[in-house]
């Protein structure tokens, strides 16, 4: 029998908020101000739906309130949060007024509701780098397409298939300076591949880039933007995914970029969702939403392993990078933690550097990988080979309906990290129904049993009695109340959705 270590963690917890690191607002102007907003002010809510807005300050210290509320929401106190149903659609604003030390400061937040938001859930679809890289043609999109239809991946939700880096011809179109794909690579056209992603009920995404060239050193978009948006419209394009190499690397130009290829997206007569990977440099889930884009890099491409090196994001620099973001995610505005490596078990191309060790993860690290991912809301693109047969395993853990749900929650809330003990991380994550998800995730190199005190998560009540379902293992694991002690295998993940019994 496997020899379990006992061990009791008695998990410390900071308060909501308290964990948040002292930022400046980069929509600040020259001076900067003593105190300002440290979550979204550009949100986005759904008629109808249950909405929430966590609200933070730079400094935790600071006393918030807020005022001039639309009809639907509150301001609960508590939990420093604004939340309600909004059923008329329109642009609102609220202000939030932050107090420290005697001194005010008001800042506005901007609330669209909206029943045509290009994202209201983060997307979810397959992307071709990690595997494909320079390989990418027609036959691979339309093998994809099949496979996709075929596994049962569309039906879980996967409908993005998207081309990223070198589609593209040696050069612009002479005189016309219209983008040219590689016709090797696409004999048909772009319009055949869109139209045959299309027919299988797919959407279809291609790759640019905000400077002179993409990072694999094709044309970019630079100056190019309108012509660019005109002829991806024209190719039945609908996602975009813009990236930002051999660009000028200051916060102000990289704004400018972003919002010049949002805006040309928008009069490009095509709904083209566009997803900005400038990997976190420039903290876009501060500015991002300004440009058009729904969805946001935040760290720099995730390898397939535990733990990067030499700058390689692995899991556990994902988590750095991913894990204090949750005050600025939302509706129609995810911070999106980079492709998945699950099922790609170590056969990638560049998605095998910079790791420790070989390339590839326990069948539970890629199950910590999913369910990160989905507690945070990022999108869900895959980017194993498609091609080949995918694992029973593989397959069930991609498609696991129930941690998909989590992702696709209709309030978009990233998870909130609650804090980090013994090498034991927890996540709590609002839910639209009321339910709570929480993740218990071990870094340890053993396993422990964790003793989870509700006392300790603002979105628990400790005196409220919770069903708890398991989430991987599909099972309910009874009513508990005040606290659950779970053992968390080394580098697994459990998930549950505790709902409240009445
Ligand atoms: C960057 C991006 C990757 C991929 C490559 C393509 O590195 O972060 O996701 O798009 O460029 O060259």
Redesign the pocket.
């Known amino acids: 029998m496997k020899k379990i270590l006992f061990f009791t963690c008695a998990i410390l917890l900071s308060i909501a908020g308290k964990a948040q690191t002292t930022v400046s607002h980069p929509s600040d102007d020259v001076k900067p101000r003593a105190i300002s907003l440290a979550c979204a002010n550009v949100v986005f809510s759904q008629p109808g739906i249950r909405f929430m807005h966590k609200i933070r300050a730079t400094n935790p210290d600071a006393a918030i309130a807020v005022e001039g509320l639309p009809r639907g929401l509150s301001w609960n106190q508590q939990r420093s949060l604004v939340e309600g149903i909004v059923e008329q659609e329109g642009e609102y604003h609220y202000t939030v007024k932050l107090t420290l030390d005697g001194e005010t400061t008001l800042e506005t937040i901007t609330l669209t509701v909206s029943s045509t938001l290009q994202q209201p859930l983060p997307f979810m679809g397959w992307?071709s780098?990690n595997v494909v890289e320079g390989d990418i043609s027609e036959q691979v999109v339309k093998t994809v397409a099949d496979a996709m239809v075929s596994s049962g991946l569309a039906a879980a939700g996967y409908n993005y298939l998207c081309i990223?880096?070198?589609w593209h011809a040696a050069e612009r179109e002479a005189g016309t300076n219209k983008p040219l794909f590689d016709t090797k690579k696409f004999p048909n056209g772009m319009n055949a591949v869109s139209d045959y992603v299309h027919s299988k009920g797919l959407k279809f995404g291609i790759?640019s880039d905000g400077g002179t060239h993409?990072?694999?050193g094709c044309f970019g978009s630079y100056g190019y933007e309108e012509i660019d948006a005109r002829q991806y419209a024209e190719w039945g394009v609908d996602l975009l995914?813009y990236?930002y190499?051999n660009a000028p690397t200051d916060l102000q130009t990289c704004r400018k970029r972003y919002k010049a290829m949002g805006d040309a997206l928008k009069n490009s007569g095509r709904n083209i969702l566009f997803y900005m990977?400038e990997?976190g440099v420039r903290e876009p889930w501060k500015w991002g939403a300004e440009t058009g884009a729904t969805c946001w890099?935040c760290t720099?491409?995730a390898r397939d392993g535990w733990k990067g090196k030499n700058g390689g994001v692995g899991i556990l620099q994902s988590i750095e990078g991913m894990k204090d973001l949750w005050p600025y995610s939302g509706v129609n505005r995810f911070n999106d933690a980079?492709?998945l490596c699950i099922g790609i078990h170590g056969t990638g191309k560049?998605s095998s550097d910079l790791v420790e060790g070989s390339p590839g993860m326990t069948q539970t690290e890629y199950r910590t990988q999913f369910s990160l991912w989905c507690m945070w809301s990022s999108p869900l693109s895959l980017s194993f080979d498609l091609r080949k047969p995918i694992s029973a395993d593989d397959l069930a853990m991609m498609t696991n309906r129930e941690m998909i749900a989590l992702d696709q929650d209709p309030m978009g809330q990233q998870a909130e990290f609650i804090g980090e003990t013994d090498g034991i991380q927890i996540y709590a994550k609002d839910l639209e129904n009321g339910d709570v998800a929480i993740a218990v995730l071990n870094l340890n190199d053993a396993e422990r049993v964790v003793k989870v005190d509700f006392s300790d998560i603002p979105a628990l009540d400790a005196t409220t009695t919770y069903h708890l379902r398991d989430l991987w293992a599909g099972e309910s694991v009874g009513r508990h109340t005040g606290s659950y002690t779970v053992s968390v295998a080394s580098h697994e993940t459990k998930v549950y959705r505790f709902s409240k019994c009445w």
């Open positions: 992307l780098w990223d880096d070198l790759y993409t990072c694999a995914k990236d190499c990977c990997w890099r720099y491409d980079d492709m560049s």
